[in-house]
């Protein structure tokens, strides 16, 4: 006979605990605890894992295990291809993050039209929208195909059914927050449902060999709603960011299981839908100042793709007893690190400045080796004195003053010669082991003192 376990569970975070709380003593968040009753049954905790047709899983030797029968899956989207690694790996689960409006079902709805012209089916499961409101959508960014399936749908046994009887080879679930799994009374969007609603896409996508794709909202602080499981449980974790004020979007692969993690898409939105950035560098660089004060151009890396970013610095006299550290897109703390060290290394008298940084276009730089490209636009706003514009920057500062070496400082200067930058100063140590290419100048640097020297001369 089930028993009826009664909790409460945070619904910022998933904390549990045996009694009513007004604070949770985990995120520290107000009324947050919500009461679930969770059925728990010994029948079914003790039942094998099958698939939708019942066959039981069964144990294999790794040898007799043939991954050919299972190659990936490219779409016509060549950026999406590169966040999830290669393309989709059919099984997986994916999972999408982003703000409402920023263009997550229409990214999924252009995927789901090119997959199903393809002769994938497709089986498109929204509960948010009717199946009228789904087609306007599709007809304005003109998608269409035979194979694909739309089904406005939130109960999880009827998703389960129609799956068994379309056979679908890729699903989308719009949103998982909608979702609701029999046998779980909480309210729809609850922990305990997202955590069930995941698990039975987890089963049907491993068991049945079907790629899901999960739409996930948001909370205020940028992370994906309900319990930290969910993001532990699928496959791929990709978050599309973007401001509703401009075009372009970013597509950020945070957790990837079949490929590398922190890899960058950029897509542009229009009325027809989304479109690919082919050069984000261009893109990044096109409307700086040649002249411009306080401006340095590094290059990072966003997993296996160089960028050449702008990174710009307003360096202003406090009128408060305290100097100010505002950062847009770069870590706070590492802005200051870098402010102590030119400081005391560099013999800058930054401590009665305020100080504003960001990196240009909206993308979030955190790699070390951007702290060179913060030192000199922060020097360069402070001596009133601008850089070359075809000066690019790279290398991790110590609190010495030391230039250290970077990760791949080939690919990060053959992107940098490719865009048509003359000059790019590196750690002197990364010199070695390698030839520099003979169309832009390396130069090698030490000290923080030696580059300021160099650029600003």
Known sequence: MAKAKVHYVCQNCGYNSP????????????????????QTSVAA???????????????????????KKTPRVKTKLRELNRVLGGGIVPGSLVLIGGDPGIGKSTLLLQVSGQLSLENHPVLYISGEESANQIKMRAQRIAVSGDNFYIYPETNMDSIRATIDNLKPEYVV???????????????????????????????????????????????KGGTIAGPKILEHMVDTVLYFEGDSHHTYRILRSVKNRFGSTNELGIFEMHDTGLTEVANPSEMFLEERLKDATGSAVVVSLEGTRPILVEVQALI???????????????????????????????????????????????????????????????????????????????????????????????QRVAEAAKLGFKRVFIPKNNLQHWTPPTNIEVVGVATINEALKLALS
């Open 19 to 38: 009694r009513f709380l007004g604070r949770c003593p985990n995120c520290g968040e107000w009324n947050t605890l919500v009461e679930e009753v969770e």
């Open 45 to 67: 905790a003790t039942k094998a894992t099958t698939t939708l047709t019942g066959i039981v899983a069964r144990p294999q030797k790794i040898n007799e295990i043939d991954t």
């Open 173 to 219: 679930i719009d949103s998982v927050q909608t979702m609701q799994a029999s046998g779980v009374e909480s309210a729809i969007g609850s922990v305990a449902q997202i955590r069930a609603v995941t698990a039975q896409l987890m089963q049907i996508a491993k068991g049945e060999n079907i790629t899901v794709f999960v739409v996930g909202h948001v909370t």
């Open 316 to 410: 202003t006299p406090t009128v408060f007893g305290n100097a100010q550290r505002t950062a847009s897109g770069l870590d706070r703390n590492r802005v200051s690190l870098i402010m102590a060290v030119l400081e005391k290394r560099a013999n800058l008298l930054l401590q009665n400045q305020d100080a504003y940084l960001q990196a240009a276009g909206g993308v979030k730089l955190n790699e070390p080796a951007i702290d060179l490209a913060l030192a000199i636009s922060i020097a360069s706003s402070y001596r009133d004195k601008g850089t070359r514009p075809t000066d690019a920057f790279i290398g991790e500062l110590g609190l010495t003053g030391e230039v250290r070496r970077v990760s791949r400082i080939e």
